[in-house]
T-cell receptor
Framework: EDQVTQSPEALRLQEGESSSLNCSYT??????LFWYRQDPGKGPEFLFT???AGEEKEKERLKATLTKKESFLHITAPKPEDSATYLC??????????FGTGTRLQVFP | EPEVTQTPSHQVTQMGQEVILRCVPI?????FYWYRQILGQKVEFLVS????????KSEIFDDQFSVERPDGSNFTLKIRSTKLEDSAMYFC???????????FGPGTRLLVL
């Protein structure tokens, strides 16, 4: 059975305090792993797609990495506007994305 | 930048009533999806749609649900007889190709009383 686990569930950081979010997955026929950001009451906003182990993608203060069993989202020197829930979603070799429960990040000034 | 739009943003209905949720996918996208998110829970896949056919559906997507692309721009989700447990945020998404990045709309918050 497909499983996606994100940790920690919640993370509080001081502005400028770097950290990493983890996504562990067991998904058969993985075609890619997607990271999204979700603000309260809004739809998921696309951040990154990673297709193969060893791949890395960067965007501003965020960097996503992928291994065969995990993906990490590294946040460097976060700002309050980075506060959101970060969702990991492996995609099987079918249409659907399988979402984790997310990591709720709060960055305080 | 093109984006997925959804209407209405909020819908309140009585149990047993039919509701139709509407979506306008990104214009050059060919694959369309519906997901839902019950309050405090994870985003769950409902259905994918391509070439005027359902290509995949989850066990949640039972006979009470249907999807349609009535014209060249809209994509709809119909719930025939709503239940209390249908209360959730419903997200439409679209992608240019199958298994490519899916872009999500802002959602419709459905409340069934």
């Amino acid at each position: 059975e497909d499983q996606v686990t994100q940790s920690p569930e919640a993370l509080r950081l001081q502005e400028g305090e770097s950290s990493s979010l983890n996504c562990s997955y067991t998904v058969s026929g993985l075609r890619g792993l997607f990271w999204y950001r979700q603000d309260p009451g809004k739809g998921p906003e696309f951040l990154f797609t990673l297709y193969s182990a060893g791949e890395e993608k960067e965007k501003e203060r965020l960097k996503a990495t992928l291994t065969k069993k995990e993906s990490f989202l590294h946040i460097t020197a976060p700002k309050p506007e980075d506060s959101a829930t970060y969702l990991c979603a492996p995609g099987r070799n079918t249409d659907k994305l399988i979402f984790g429960t997310g990591t709720r990040l709060q960055v305080f000034p | 930048e093109p984006e997925v739009t959804q209407t209405p943003s909020h819908q309140v209905t009585q149990m047993g009533q039919e509701v139709i949720l509407r979506c306008v996918p990104i214009s050059n996208h060919l694959y369309f999806y519906w997901y839902r998110q019950i309050l405090g829970q994870k985003v769950e896949f409902l259905v994918s749609f391509y070439n005027n056919e359902i290509s995949e559906k989850s066990e949640i997507f039972d006979d009470q649900f249907s999807v349609e692309r009535p014209d060249g721009s809209n994509f709809t989700l119909k719930i025939r007889s709503t239940k209390l447990e249908d209360s959730a945020m419903y997200f439409c998404a679209s992608s240019r190709g199958g298994r490519e990045t899916q872009y999500f709309g802002p959602g419709t918050r459905l409340l069934v009383l």
